[in-house]
């Protein structure tokens, strides 16, 4: 790669956008280059318009862009942009993406187009195949660019441990989440409704993960995705946890492998973005602990700089077949560095 991309971020001030800031700092394939958020913030310098929440500092020439308003107008007016990543909330991604969509390529981190017929619902590691889905979407709708989606934080990590499995048969999942803080983006949950306390309820997630992991794990064949079929019912709840998501398990197979089968196809996964080295792409997607009291999101979570999946505590189960504890980083593998990496993966396919 010669030349960087110039990207524009859409939804910048936020949680997710910040997370886009700082991952695409000194990226070797994208550069920043516009800033793009409500009309509460257009006009601002960055440093003005919002609060910086990440652990690194805020680097002084993002500190000094402006902030512009999230249409195609402003952004144009702004600059000459190659791509664009949308961390925009679900009410106001569903046009503004579409209008972006009919000119540029779209990484979206939004729900508003996940289900849609026509866009590709990525994971890498995956669905790699799945990308082709953007020339149908392309034809359908006559546009130059296009829209395509990463999913849900909690699903993600979800997926890419299930995908090494399906060689022995996948018929039932059943998955209790407890979802870190950061997932509700920020202020997020009020201090008094979370400490000393778990949240049994996370709106709309239940069924994204029910939803979005089959289309994820399905076949792609002329243009269309046929789910995967097997049952899967999700219970999801907030805890008191920065970042990282925990996932208790529970796994019905058609085969009866041994608890050694089952750790040596996680240990063994490795996807497209492996084979082709991309920037922002774990060595291991899946890294296996073997500790009895890991993975711990404190611990565990930037393993493979956030983008690693980690697995433990993998047993039968007399009701299943086996059981086991996923985690992964809700911000960095489930949002900002997952987009990074499906953006990656079209570059280097010369869709993008």
């Excluded at 999700?234 to 750790?263: W, Y």
């Excluded at 040596?264 to 084979?275: C, L, M, S, T």
Aim: with cysteine; hydrophobic share 40%.
């Amino acid at each position: 790669m010669t030349m960087k991309r110039k990207v524009a971020i859409l939804g910048a001030t936020g949680a997710v956008g910040q997370r886009f800031i700082q991952l695409l700092q000194d990226h070797p394939w994208f550069q920043i280059e516009v800033l793009a958020a409500s009309e509460r913030s257009a006009g601002k310098k960055y440093r003005d318009a919002c609060p910086w929440l990440m652990e690194t500092e805020l680097p002084k020439k993002i500190a000094d862009m402006p902030v512009v308003n999230a249409d195609v107008a402003s952004v144009e007016q702004a600059g000459a942009v190659d791509l664009v990543f949308s961390s925009l909330p679900g009410d106001l991604a569903f046009p503004v993406e579409e209008q972006f969509g009919a000119l540029y390529p779209v990484f979206s981190k939004a729900s508003a187009h996940r289900m849609d017929k026509d866009v590709p619902l990525i994971i890498p590691e995956i669905n790699p195949d799945h990308i082709n889905m953007v020339k149908v979407q392309q034809n359908l709708r006559g546009w130059k660019g296009f829209i395509t989606t990463d999913p849900n934080c909690s699903t993600i990590q979800l997926a890419i441990t299930l995908k090494p499995l399906m060689q022995f048969g996948l018929k039932q999942v059943m998955v209790s989440t407890m979802q870190a803080l950061s997932g509700a983006g920020y202020p997020g949950v009020a201090s008094l409704d979370i400490i000393d306390n778990v949240i049994p309820f996370i709106s709309g997630e239940e069924e994204k993960m029910e939803t979005e992991a089959l289309k994820i794990l399905g076949k792609y064949n002329s243009g269309n995705v046929q789910n995967a079929d097997f049952q899967l019912s999700a219970s999801c709840n907030r805890v008191n946890v920065t970042d990282g998501h925990l996932e208790s398990v529970f796994v019905k197979l058609e085969q009866n492998p041994t608890m050694e089968e089952i750790e040596e196809a996680f240990i063994k996964f490795q996807g497209e973005p492996q084979r082709l080295k991309l920037p922002s792409a774990p060595v291991n997607p899946i890294v296996v602990r073997h500790e009895k009291n890991r993975p711990q999101p404190r611990f565990d979570r930037d393993i493979g700089n956030g983008m690693s999946v980690i697995v433990g505590r993998i047993r039968k189960d007399p009701i299943m077949t086996f059981k086991y504890m996923c985690l992964g980083h809700n911000t960095l593998r489930g949002a900002a560095g997952g987009g990074i990496l499906s953006a990656e993966l079209y570059v280097s396919k010369g869709m993008a």
